[in-house]
């Protein structure tokens, strides 16, 4: 492929360049704001910007009582992580919103409804669903539906303002009926430069309790493991770490602190893993 040569003048139109007036557009920068702008751009190329007005929404779908019908049981514990999530997210400074034993139809409505809010003014958006799950889908009160429907409604081409800014999904729900008994052991991405268009995936960023096709664990008096793990892991490293290192925290603390006691067959002594999938194009810290 040729090599295409940029000016600067097209640099201008990147997604997360900070804005430039209009009597600096019209005329032609002289050496020395070109150099500042350069400095700008350098800065700001491998980290979302998070000096918006707003932090951003916080969406938390607490389901805990569900129909009959469902074949799922009650949700004890979940009380106790949505707590703790309302607490630990306002603290990074959003607007949290909780939701209580949502239908299907009532989980598509309120999350569509906030895709058609104008975000413009927010560095960020999370969702956080607590219910029961299967790979790929998640438990509405009165039966599932794919996590797709949901996560798509904030794709670049439905929510325009959210382009080019994070979308976090934090799932805490099963993704199988698989458990995980543990192994003994031995031994204790880049930025869309001066293109013109980016996918409409990007910017998306899934932490899921679990790995595809397992359970995931959670104690009915404190809460689940992979809950009460990432708000603990967030109030002591959000002011300082970026998120995928956040999460990886995460993944040690489930994976070394825990284990299942249970006094049914089979399930006692198991272990869990979440799962990280980034789509993420830049690193995000929660400071500005």
Same mark, same amino acid.
């Not at 469902?70 to 909780?98: E, N, P, Y």
């Not at 139809?105 to 029961?132: T, Y």
């Not at 199988?176 to 268009?197: P, T």
């Given at each position: 492929?040729?090599?295409?040569?940029?000016?600067?003048?097209?640099?201008?139109?990147? /997604?997360?360049?900070?804005?430039?007036?209009?009597?600096?557009?019209?005329?032609?920068?002289?050496?020395?704001?070109?150099?500042?702008?350069?400095?700008?751009?350098?800065?700001?190329?491998?980290?979302?910007?998070?000096?918006?007005?707003?932090?951003?929404?916080?969406?938390?779908?607490?389901?805990?009582?569900?129909?009959?019908?469902?074949?799922?049981?009650?949700?004890?514990?979940?009380?106790?992580?949505?707590?703790?999530? =309302?607490?630990?997210?306002?603290?990074?400074?959003?607007?949290?919103?909780?939701?209580?034993?949502?239908?299907?139809?009532?989980?598509?409505?309120? /999350?569509?409804?906030?895709?058609?809010?104008?975000?413009?003014?927010?560095?960020?958006?999370?969702?956080?669903?607590?219910?029961?799950?299967?790979?790929?889908?998640?438990?509405?009160?009165?039966?599932?539906?794919?996590?797709?429907?949901?996560?798509?409604?904030?794709?670049?081409? =439905?929510?325009?303002?959210?382009?080019?800014?994070?979308?976090?999904?934090?799932?805490?729900?099963?993704?199988?009926?698989?458990?995980?008994?543990?192994?003994?052991?031995?031994?204790?991405?880049?930025?869309?430069?001066?293109?013109?268009?980016?996918?409409?995936?990007?910017?998306?960023?899934?932490?899921?309790?679990?790995?595809?096709?397992?359970?995931?664990?959670?104690?009915? /008096?404190?809460?689940?493991?992979?809950?009460?793990?990432?708000?603990?892991?967030?109030? /002591?490293?959000?002011?300082?770490?970026?998120?995928?290192?956040?999460?990886? =925290?995460?993944?040690?603390?489930?994976?070394?602190?825990?284990?299942?006691?249970?006094?049914?067959?089979?399930?006692?002594?198991?272990?869990?893993?979440?799962?990280?999938?980034?789509?993420?194009?830049?690193?995000?810290?929660?400071?500005?």
């Amino acid at each position: 492929m040729a090599h295409i040569k940029v000016d600067l003048k097209a640099g201008e139109d990147l /997604l997360d360049a900070k804005s430039i007036s209009e009597s600096q557009r019209n005329g032609e920068p002289s050496g020395d704001l070109l150099k500042k702008k350069a400095k700008q751009i350098d800065g700001c190329e491998f980290q979302y910007r998070m000096d918006y007005p707003e932090m951003g929404l916080c969406c938390i779908i607490n389901n805990k009582n569900f129909h009959p019908s469902t074949q799922m049981g009650f949700r004890s514990g979940t009380d106790v992580d949505a707590i703790a999530l =309302r607490k630990t997210f306002q603290t990074l400074g959003f607007d949290v919103k909780v939701v209580h034993d949502q239908t299907c139809d009532n989980i598509i409505n309120v /999350l569509k409804s906030v895709a058609q809010e104008d975000h413009s003014k927010r560095n960020c958006f999370v969702c956080i669903v607590l219910s029961h799950g299967d790979d790929g889908k998640i438990f509405g009160t009165d039966g599932c539906l794919e996590l797709m429907f949901l996560t798509r409604l904030f794709r670049g081409d =439905r929510c325009k303002s959210l382009v080019g800014k994070p979308k976090l999904f934090f799932i805490q729900a099963c993704r199988g009926s698989e458990l995980d008994a543990g192994v003994e052991a031995d031994s204790k991405s880049d930025d869309y430069g001066d293109r013109q268009k980016i996918p409409v995936e990007a910017d998306f960023l899934f932490a899921y309790s679990t790995v595809p096709g397992y359970y995931s664990w959670r104690n009915t /008096l404190n809460g689940s493991w992979f809950i009460q793990s990432l708000c603990e892991m967030l109030n /002591l490293h959000a002011n300082k770490l970026e998120i995928m290192h956040i999460l990886t =925290r995460v993944n040690r603390k489930v994976a070394l602190e825990f284990e299942s006691s249970s006094n049914h067959p089979g399930f006692n002594a198991m272990k869990q893993i979440p799962c990280i999938v980034s789509m993420l194009t830049k690193e995000l810290y929660f400071i500005k």
